[in-house]
């Protein structure tokens, strides 16, 4: 049989291909639903997502194929590339001269064929969705569409797939200085506990004081080049982070001995201490250690990085630019508690702590309060719903902020008493409202792994009396993980009562495609850190854009977090996202102010849309 011809555009085809970063990568439940209804559809034995590569065809998904790729030349995908645009149909393969003498079609194994191109961005053909089958096969015309259809999905899945890896991999990055940041320091560092390993950690001295007279973009100066010199000074297998502010981080393998590493941490002294000029003027730059070995001063890395902080804290008050190094290990800090709990000045961690495991006892007072920020649609131009947020004042004009006590609450096993009282106190508020606009209620990914979550939701409608289909549940994939049938049960549960359930904060470096294929959602909102930089970052856009085309393949309505400025919704309105919440429309308010403020939001939506001449958007929120 003689290989298809080459397509037109095959070395920009290639490109394309390679960019997305797909071929050899793991199979994936996404990919693989959709090859499943795409043989559903034509009753066929085979039926795969196949990406032709320079001589290769590699199948991302498949059904009713033992192999995972084949040589090109005998790939009929590859002809189908050759439209981009087309459904290739091939209902007998022997009565069709380009195939008669392909070995499947002699050996009476394959007979009928469909293949719709997957595309890319720029439109190159990538591959085929196709379905295949030993017996010859008319599909009507009706059949062929669903393949296109699919095939549409499965191009914007294939896009959002490589958006997303691209993400993954900046978000380990600290894009000031380059260097791997905390996320990735902690994700290294779990595996690492059971190898030796040592860590410095690196906190600079009086850096706010150089911040001070240099101002930030000096002192942006001064971290960059700090970064440039650790950086320098490590060997092949140690590691240099930015673990955030002005603390850096190396980790290195092995170093037993304490010689070594008073050593290295002399070589760090010296790097950071060598002359630095900001605007022709010296900077005084020293930085203060803390050093910690496994297995000899710590047992686990969580462990380790207490050890290695108490060196540090150590170093710090004996004063400038010296180093500790571990004596024992730290016993006296709760390792629940996170570093960098120290929201409200005056409180300890532990202190927090202790408030908080108080504040979730029922005794009647409640140091929680409500506030809630509007969900716009753009095409009504109207509030949709409104998103209930969680305010802790420990003391008259002192807030901790949400985040930092939901993780606390997350890491004291205490969050489902919270998300309880979210949402009892939610749904007895939108009850009273005016209007029947929905709430939204935050509750933690844990919850799901925890308790009833759909039990739990059913309580608080019977005794709010609030409609089911006013409830929308927020849920963050912070902690999915291992059997996963719990939370699968709970959305279903909460789907079955009435309400929706929406993935939160996606893109924000937890909520992954599979996710989002893997529980039936109804709906998705694409976290602040994606919308932030859309109006400078066509990456970011481009993302974003991608979003929207999958909730609409899906059927899931897609919300725009922390739209701030009228640029951002222009492009938002621009990608197809139909609805949109943020402080260009409101800031979370009071109930007690909660009318007037989605009256404004409305009013400052449609001048913001009337403003960069958008009508009402057309798209069905
Ligand atoms: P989230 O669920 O993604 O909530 C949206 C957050 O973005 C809120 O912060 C909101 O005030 C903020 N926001 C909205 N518009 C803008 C904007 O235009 N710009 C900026 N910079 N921010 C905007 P908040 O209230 O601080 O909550 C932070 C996170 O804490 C929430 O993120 C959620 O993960 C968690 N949280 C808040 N309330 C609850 C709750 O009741 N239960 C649970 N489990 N988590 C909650
Ligand atoms: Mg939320
Ligand atoms: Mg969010």
């Given amino acids: 049989m003689p290989p298809a011809p080459l397509p037109h555009d095959e070395a920009e085809r290639l490109i394309a291909l390679h960019g997305l970063d797909l071929i050899d990568t793991p199979a994936s439940e996404v990919f693989n639903s959709f090859v499943r209804v795409a043989s559903g559809i034509f009753s066929t034995t085979i039926a795969a997502i196949s990406l032709i590569d320079t001589d290769r065809q590699w199948f991302k998904a498949s059904v009713g194929l033992p192999i995972r790729q084949t040589p090109r030349d005998v790939s009929f995908c590859a002809h189908a590339i050759l439209q981009p645009h087309e459904v290739l149909c091939v209902s007998d393969a022997r009565l069709d001269p380009r195939f008669t003498d392909h070995p499947d079609v002699l050996s009476g194994d394959l007979r009928f064929y469909a293949g719709v191109p997957l595309l890319s961005e720029e439109g190159h053909a990538l591959g085929a969705l196709c379905v295949a089958d030993r017996h010859p096969q008319q599909p009507d015309k009706r059949q062929l569409e669903h393949l296109r259809d699919l095939a549409t999905g499965v191009s914007a899945a294939i896009r959002l797939h490589s958006l997303m890896h691209r993400l993954e991999k900046e978000a380990h990055r600290d894009p000031l200085t380059s260097l791997s940041n905390r996320r990735e320091f902690e994700a290294l560092l779990s595996p690492a506990a059971n190898d030796s390993v040592t860590l410095f950690l690196l906190d600079l001295d009086n850096f706010k004081g150089i911040n001070d007279v240099f101002g930030h973009p000096g002192g942006d100066l001064v971290l960059q080049e700090v970064g440039r010199r ?36 002399d070589r760090i002294h010296a790097a950071i201490g060598a002359a630095f000029m900001v605007d022709d003027q010296p900077v005084p730059l020293r930085t203060s250690i803390g050093i910690a070995t496994l297995p000899d001063d710590a047992k686990t890395a969580q462990e380790l990085v207490q050890a290695a902080d108490a060196a540090l804290y150590r170093a710090k008050r004996a004063g400038r630019g010296v180093t500790r190094q571990a004596a024992t290990l730290p016993d006296t800090i709760d390792p629940l508690v996170p570093k960098g709990i120290s929201a409200v000045h005056n409180i300890g961690r532990m202190d927090l702590a202790a408030r908080l495991r108080q504040a979730l006892v029922p005794s009647g007072a409640e140091p929680f309060h409500l506030v809630f920020q509007p969900v716009m649609a753009l095409n009504t131009q109207e509030t949709t719903s409104l998103e209930a947020l969680v305010r802790w004042d420990i003391s008259p004009g002192s807030a901790v902020p949400p985040d930092e006590f939901v993780t606390l609450a997350e890491r004291l096993g205490l969050i489902s008493h919270l998300d309880r009282w979210v949402l009892n106190a939610a749904c007895k508020e939108a009850a009273t409202w005016p209007k029947p606009w929905r709430v939204a209620v935050n509750i933690s990914a844990l919850s799901f792994g925890l308790m009833d979550v759909a039990a739990m939701v059913e309580d608080a409608l019977t005794s709010s009396g609030l409609a089911s289909d006013r409830l929308i549940i927020e849920m963050t994939e912070t902690a999915l993980g291992g059997d996963t049938t719990q939370v699968q049960k709970a959305v279903q549960g909460i789907r079955e009562l009435g309400a929706r359930i929406v993935l939160d904060d996606f893109g924000g470096g937890h909520g992954s495609l599979m996710t989002l294929r893997q529980f039936p959602f109804t709906g998705l909102k694409i976290d602040q850190s994606l919308v932030k930089p859309i109006a400078s970052d066509t990456v970011h856009a481009r993302m974003v854009e991608v979003l929207a085309e999958f909730g609409h393949v899906l059927d899931i309505r897609v919300v725009a977090e922390g739209v701030e400025s009228m640029e951002q919704l222009r492009i938002l309105a621009e990608c197809g996202v139909p609805l949109a919440q943020g402080y260009l429309f409101a800031k979370p308010v009071r109930p007690s102010d909660l009318v007037q403020a989605i009256e404004a939001a409305e009013v400052n939506l449609r001048a913001a849309l009337a403003a960069s001449q958008l009508g009402p958007f057309s798209e069905a929120a």
Avoid at 234 to 244: T, W
């Fill in 230 to 265: 650790l950086q320098a000074l490590v060997r092949s297998g140690d590691r240099a982070f930015r673990l955030g502010g002005d603390e850096f981080a190396l980790l290195c393998p092995g170093m037993a001995s304490s010689e070594a590493r008073q050593a290295l941490a």
